[in-house]
């Protein structure tokens, strides 16, 4: 696939170009220089084609992040096919827009220079300038009136390198796994430590990753795509941090599986809470305790215990026990994540799901209301990711709790779905309908 690298000094458009090339809200965008510091990466699509999408953080923003954020760009630009030199078109250059035209003349021989912020017509008049920094004529763009960006991607694909006739790319979907936890907890040391590089700035101080971070990762012949999300604090305190945290939630609606980041020495309610949210919206939970090479082999037993005590309602989700430093199970993260992702997508006849339930009901009183007893006609399966099973019934308000909970525990040991969320309803032959998860 092409890959396309969008670059610029600091708060001159590039997220707000990389949403609106993409069509939706990938980005957090504020209105102050930094927001992004790592590598975003998402794929556009057209009728031209298909190609990677990467933001970059701001070059030569003079902050203590300038050097980490380089380091990235010149890693992301290795590979790339194209440049989006980014420049404020509503603005003198800069000498940090001269610094960044040199590093580009040095790195990259495609470069195609993108003037941003252009809202009006008359504003093109005064792009002369950007001549001089020796990219050529600028293509006119406006993110916020959506203006110029049919172009840009005529000028895209006029600058991507041909593809050989009869060259195609097959089609691959990754299983999209979300990294998500409190700050600090450890999630970006972890995707550095499974890609093998430092992809994503990592730094004692809590609140590093200011957004959602993606990468497609290959492992044994299975491609996944890893999102890093910003730490979730119960208080944000900052709009931009206010952003990432909801892109952070959003992930979590997005993702196929969800790796629960847990720092043992700093856990409890907040990880109950997250893994609540994920298995809410039916994505499978893999407890993932990092940090495990700075606990003590002799406290090791005892760090477990407190695990499963302070959070003793997630005993049932698979838990990987991982040190980003010695790269401890991180094989056996995507083994688990395969397998549950297989596990999510199981389907049984109805034929079979029937046969359950005959025994299930056999062992069982079911609730009676003044002489009326609960019925059920039959039992199907019409989704999966979450699965979700459909119970016929005469009257749904008569299946109480506790034989939800009896059903509930019969579908996890009888059918193998305990480790992942299904979804329960219960329909009745006058429309009613009660649906648990």
Known sequence: MYKVVIVGRPNVGKSSLFNRLLGKRHAVVADQPGV????????????????????????????????????????????????????????????????????????????????????DP????????????????????????????????????????????????PEVVPIKIAIVGRP?????????????????????EPGTTRDSIDVEFDYGGTLFQLVDTAGIRKRPETLVEELAIARAHKSIEEADIVFLVIDPAN???RELKLANEALEAGKPVILTVTKWDLVKKDDQPKVRREISERLAHLGHLPRVYVSSLTGLNLHK???????????????????????YLSAWTAKVALPNF???????????????????????????????RAFEGYLRNR?????GLAEVPFRMVFKGRRGGEKETR
């Open 267 to 269: 856990f409890g309610d």
């Open 411 to 415: 579908i996890g040991e009888d059918l």
């Open 36 to 119: 992004t510091r790592d590598l975003k990466e998402a794929t556009v699509e057209s009728e031209r084609g298909r190609f990677k999408l990467v933001d970059t953080g701001g070059l030569w923003s003079g902050d203590v992040w300038e050097q980490k954020i380089k380091e990235k760009v010149e890693a992301a630009l290795e590979d790339a096919d194209l440049v989006l030199f980014t420049v404020d078109g509503r603005a003198d250059i800069s000498p940090a827009d001269l610094e960044v035209a040199d590093f580009l003349r040095r790195k990259h021989s495609n470069v195609l220079l993108v003037a941003t912020k252009v809202d």
């Open 122 to 169: 008359k504003h093109e008049n005064y792009l002369g300038d950007l001549w001089a920094l020796g990219f050529g004529e600028p293509v006119p763009t406006s993110s916020s009136h959506a203006r110029g960006l049919d172009e840009l991607e005529d000028k895209i694909w006029s600058k991507l390198p041909v593809r050989q006739e009869g060259e195609s790319e």
């Open 370 to 400: 003044k002489g009326k007893p609960l019925k059920i006609f039959f039992v199907t399966q019409p989704e999966v990711a979450p699965p979700t099973f459909v119970f016929f019934v005469n009257y749904p308000e008569f299946v109480t």
């Open 184 to 204: 600090n907890a450890g999630k970006s040391s972890l995707l550095n430590a499974i890609l093998g590089e430092e992809r994503v700035i990592v730094s004692e």
């Open 333 to 355: 993260l995507f083994t688990e994540a395969t397998r549950l992702y297989a596990l999510a997508r199981e389907r049984f006849e109805t034929a079979e799901l029937n046969r």
